[in-house]
C-alpha cells in the first residue's frame, strides 16, 4: 500500500498560478494528477511516469506542468494562467505499472490521496 498526501491548494485570482504536491510513502512508476467538482465525473489533468514521459489533458496544456522528484518521492503540478473553471478538488494517484500511452484515466491507478482544494475566483 502506498501513502499519498497532497498540499499546497488554496485561493487565487484568475492568471495567478499555484503549485500542489504530493509525497508519496513508496516509490511508484506512474503517477498523475485528478481534479473533480462537485456533480462532475472525475478528469484527468496530467500525468508522469518513471522515465519522465508527460501527458496532459487538453484543458491544461501549455498552462500546467507535472513534475517528479524520485529521490524525494513527490509530485508536483505547476499551475499558471489558472481560470475559474480549474477550481476543483485535486487528487494524486500512483499505479507501480507500466503503461503506455500514459493513461488519464482514474481507473488504471491503484493509489490515491485525499484531495486538495483549488479555487481560482474571477
Known amino acids: 500500500q502506498v501513502q499519498l498526501v497532497e498540499s499546497g491548494g488554496g485561493s487565487v485570482q484568475a492568471g495567478g498560478s499555484l503549485r500542489v504536491s504530493c509525497a508519496a510513502s513508496?516509490?511508484?512508476?506512474?503517477m498523475g494528477w485528478f481534479r473533480q467538482t462537485p456533480g462532475k465525473e472525475r478528469e484527468g489533468v496530467a500525468a508522469?511516469?518513471?522515465?519522465?514521459?508527460?501527458r496532459y489533458a487538453d484543458p491544461v496544456k501549455g498552462r500546467f506542468t507535472i513534475s517528479k522528484d524520485n529521490a524525494k518521492n513527490t509530485l508536483y503540478l505547476q499551475m499558471n494562467s489558472l481560470k475559474p473553471e480549474d477550481t476543483a478538488m485535486y487528487y494524486c494517484a500512483a499505479d507501480q505499472r507500466k503503461l503506455w500511452p500514459l493513461p488519464l484515466h482514474g481507473g488504471v491507478y491503484a493509489f490515491w490521496g485525499q484531495g486538495t482544494q483549488v479555487t481560482v475566483s474571477s
Open positions: 508522469i511516469d518513471g522515465d519522465g514521459s508527460t
Open positions: 513508496a516509490y511508484t512508476h506512474r
